[in-house]
């Protein structure tokens, strides 16, 4: 059975698809975050969305990727979690920015 791994190690050799994955990692990136701090305090979906005074099918949208969260929901994220939100920009590989600058 082909595994998903090796379907997305074999399509990144694709240019349009690397591309397309480049565009959306961040998003992701931040939707395991999310996924993760919610798994750390011990919590389900409807628990965290309950001390976020919000809905379960919120806290699964993002930890789906499908959404951008505000400043202000990863805050009442980090304070339903225990945890601090940190906000940073990183310097990118020269070969990432040159391919960004391309897009």
């Known amino acids: 059975m082909t595994q998903i791994k090796d379907l997305h190690k074999r399509w990144m050799e694709d240019p349009a698809y690397r591309k397309a994955h480049q565009a959306v990692a961040p998003e992701f990136e931040l ?11 011990g919590l389900t979906q409807q628990e965290l969305a309950q001390r976020m005074a919000t809905t379960q099918s919120v806290i699964a949208r993002l930890e ?40």
């Open 64 to 103: 789906s990727g499908r959404v951008r969260p505000s400043t202000q929901t990863l805050d009442r994220l980090a304070l339903a979690t225990g945890t601090r939100l940190r906000i940073s920009f990183e310097r990118m590989p020269v070969r990432v920015r040159l391919r960004r600058d391309q897009a």
């Open 31 to 41: 939707a395991r975050a999310v996924l993760q701090a919610r798994a750390q305090a």
